[in-house]
């Protein structure tokens, strides 16, 4: 794990998740581990199927059924999320963590003007309905909805996907989370909305201090707005540290694949962009050696028998790779 010295937030300690399906078992997540200091900000990227979102949900307790946690442990505020009862589980929802969704109307009932829905979710809170109603509008105002006070009686319907997304975030946030979790929330929005809610999120986090765990397969995105970024890979998090290392100096091989693909960073115009040579591996078999090296430029012998420990590539950086084994850096 990356140096910290002060306790994180959220402490995720060598988590496995299984998803039951007809063809067996999906082993979405393997022996995760992950920090979130508190008052920052941490992206977990990856290309799709690579067990984010999973992730990102079995922190907030919102798992189908067909989901088994198989082993590991989720530490929030010094308590384990797994062992706590469905119903202390659910009176930390909206209190101490909160989410944000790709789709607004996840979170938002369709049936039910603003106004209710943003009273109603401060109900942790000892304050009267009128006061809740002006917190409500301020914090409209704040994620920038004109005319806050006659259009919290609206209902979602009557506002844009940009518009409900910033109604989200302010509902999000009116609890003052210690945690929030956000799901790609921008990935459905065009790109200069999606910087707007950026630099909004980023100001909010700030303005509050709480911690954001941020989803995203936007590296640019992560790159603007994140303290910290794991990397994951086929259900694994391959790499983690700040993010000025790890896109400055990647230390694993997928990391730098991935860098390279980003359009982002991509000087010359182009009809092709890049992508990874090979594909994501099925998650059904249990896995021997690193999980990348059917696809890895550099795989050795090592790594189809062995599975590659943590290394220290940097003071804030580790990565699970034999070569940083052979560079002669050390186990973290
Ligand atoms: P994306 O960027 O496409 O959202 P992701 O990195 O968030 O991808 P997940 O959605 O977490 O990936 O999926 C991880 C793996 O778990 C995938 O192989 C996916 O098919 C599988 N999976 C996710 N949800 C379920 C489910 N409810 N039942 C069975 N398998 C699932
Ligand atoms: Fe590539 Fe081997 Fe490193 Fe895996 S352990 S990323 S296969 S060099």
Same mark, same amino acid.
Request: proline fraction near 0%; hydrophobic fraction near 0%.
């Given at each position: 794990m990356p140096h910290m010295s002060a306790r994180p937030l959220l402490e995720v300690r060598n988590l496995g998740l299984d998803f039951g399906s007809p063809r067996g078992r999906v082993h979405a997540l393997r022996n995760v581990s992950l920090d979130v200091p508190a008052g920052q900000v941490v992206g977990i990227v990856g290309e799709s199927g690579s067990g984010k979102s999973t992730l990102a949900y079995t922190v907030m307790g919102l798992l189908p059924e067909n989901a088994q946690v198989t082993a590991g442990s989720i530490i929030f505020e010094r308590r384990d999320l797994l062992t706590l009862t469905a119903q202390t589980r659910r009176s930390l929802m909206g209190d101490r963590l909160s989410m944000i969704f790709q789709d607004p109307m996840t979170a938002l009932n369709p049936v039910r003007n603003i106004e209710s829905q943003m009273i109603d979710i #401060? $109900? $942790?809170? #000892?304050?009267?309905r009128s006061e809740k109603r002006d917190r409500a509008v301020d914090m409209l105002k704040r994620v920038g909805i004109p005319d806050p006070q006659s259009r919290i009686g609206n209902y979602p319907h009557q506002f844009s996907g940009g518009m409900r997304q910033r109604i989200c975030i302010a509902m999000a946030l009116l609890v003052k989370p210690a945690l929030l979790i956000a799901d790609e929330p921008t990935t459905a929005l065009d790109a200069t909305l999606e910087v707007q809610i950026i630099h909004l999120l980023k100001d909010l986090q700030r303005e509050i201090g709480c911690s954001i765990l941020f989803v995203s397969h936007h590296l640019g995105v992560v790159a603007e707005l994140c303290d910290h970024v794991a990397v994951m890979y086929a259900g694994e998090v391959v790499e983690q540290g700040a993010v000025r290392d790890i896109f400055h100096s990647p230390g694993h091989p997928y990391t730098r694949a991935l860098l390279e693909c980003d359009p982002g960073r991509i000087k010359q115009r182009t009809r092709n962009l890049p992508t990874i040579p090979g594909e994501v591996p099925s998650l059904l078999a249990s896995k021997k050696g690193c999980i990348f090296h059917p696809r890895c430029p550099h795989a050795f012998d090592r790594c189809v028998h062995e599975t590659p420990g943590e290394y220290r590539v940097a003071a804030d950086q580790v990565a699970r790779c034999h070569l940083l084994d052979r560079a002669g850096m050390v186990a973290a």
């Open positions: #401060q $109900h $942790h809170e #000892q304050r009267g």
